[in-house]
């Protein structure tokens, strides 16, 4: 007799952001030849943390485009093979030293109690995993749009910002255009 199948969990419903709103205090930097290394380096402690759990671990973000200047934070998205089961994954980051930031439908963020490495944990197959990849190695390949999100951040970070979510919602007309010029190069290239 076979073994029912497991019971979906159900995820979180609401967004909690632990700590609250924090203004951004960090400015962009040129592009560090150090940031690779860095992200390495909390790859490595990801996947010790979570042992044998499947993951897919990947740089994303400006600090993974070469010659982008950037907040020097790391950015570091992982997938698991389920989000709400947080036993297997959450827990084994704090104890690595992480801090929960932000958990949310289909969504948590962990980072370094310096701030300087947020990790953001979705689940296998989500959209917004492959959005991320795509963006970023479509800013690694197209000088145009690596230089308009460059000219856009620097706009933008000639205002104060009482809230770093509010830079990012700020940047997102600017990253909506370049990731369909994303799509529509991928959809071009297939079959080319």
Known sequence: MEAPAPTPRPDVTTTEIVGGPEPLVVGLHEYDEAW?????????????AVGALPVV??????TAVPGLAAKPIIDVV??????TDEAAYLEPLLVAGYQLRVREPGHR????PERDVHVHVYEQGTPAVDA???????LRADDADRALY??????????????MNAYADAKTSVIEAIKHRAHARRAGGRGA
């Open 57 to 62: 671990v990947e740089h994303i973000g400006s």
């Open 150 to 163: 460059e000219q856009t951040k620097r706009a933008l970070m000639t205002r104060q910002w009482d809230d």
């Open 36 to 48: 690779p290394a860095t992200y390495r380096d909390h790859e490595q402690r990801i996947r010790r």
């Open 109 to 112: 963020l962990v980072r370094t």
């Open 132 to 138: 991320y990849l795509l963006l970023r190695d479509h």
């Open 78 to 83: 992982v997938a698991v093979p389920d989000v």
